[in-house]
């Protein structure tokens, strides 16, 4: 299994404000994915992270509101951009090893915004 | 549009109990069935399961697919306190490689 770091571990926000949430991985992985869970509820992909290229995002989450960046193969970085409440969530990366359709995923950001 | 149903949503036992958490999917063009435990944030791998019939065990956790029927059980014997978690269960379809969760059944084992 590959091993993966995620930062900040917690954070709480003013509305209006932007956080970005970086995610690293020790090993090259073919694929990287960022997920939310909002409070009481399963998880929810947001998009997938490709290298060197524009992400790819699931139906109801856009690029201006979540801007993700994967400059190589075991970086990932999700803004959460313009926050309000509603975006209150835990943040999770996940990534796909080169050797397993696994998924495995990272320790998550809690996110509360104010 | 792929969908996860998992059942019970809360299940409340002693310990020492065996439990039966259940998982039933519809996905287009089926790859893999995940079985996940979160108990803070960040879900931990448990099984994945690709064929039918063929029972995946660690420990007291075991877990089989029915490809025919579309659902998976994940079985605890024994249960233990630290038992007490959300299981998710997940399927992967198509290309992409995505997961679809389940909402997940919250597991509270008493002492």
């Known amino acids: 299994s590959a091993v993966i770091s995620q930062k900040p571990s917690r954070d709480i926000c003013q509305r209006g404000t932007s956080l970005t949430i970086q995610c690293q991985v020790d090993s090259q992985v073919t694929m990287m994915f960022w997920y939310r869970q909002q409070p009481g509820q399963s998880l929810t992909l947001i998009a997938t992270?490709?290298?060197?290229?524009?992400?790819?995002?699931e139906s109801g989450f856009v690029i201006d509101k979540f801007p993700i960046s994967r400059p190589n193969l075991t970086f990932s970085t999700l803004t959460v951009s313009n926050m309000s409440p509603e975006d209150s969530s835990i943040y999770l990366c996940?990534?796909?090893?080169?050797?397993?359709?696994?998924?495995?995923f990272g320790p998550g950001t809690r996110l509360t915004v104010l | 549009e792929d969908k996860v149903v998992q059942s019970p949503l809360s299940l409340v036992v002693h310990e020492g109990d065996t439990v039966t958490l259940n998982c039933s999917y519809e996905v287009t063009n089926f790859r893999s069935l995940l079985w996940y435990k979160q108990e803070k944030k960040a879900p931990t791998f448990l099984f994945m399961l690709?064929?039918?019939?063929i029972e995946k065990k660690s420990g007291r956790l075991s877990s089989i697919l029915d490809k025919k029927e579309l659902f998976s059980i994940l079985n605890i014997t024994a249960t233990q306190t630290g038992d007490s978690a959300v299981y998710l269960c997940?399927?992967?379809?198509?290309?992409?490689?995505?997961?679809?969760f389940g909402k997940g059944t919250l597991l509270t084992v008493n002492p």
């Open positions: 996940s990534v796909r090893t080169v050797s397993t359709d696994t998924q495995y």
């Open positions: 997940a399927v992967s379809g198509g290309s992409n490689y995505k997961l679809t």
């Open positions: 992270a490709n290298q060197g290229s524009e992400a790819t995002y």
């Open positions: 690709t064929s039918s019939g």
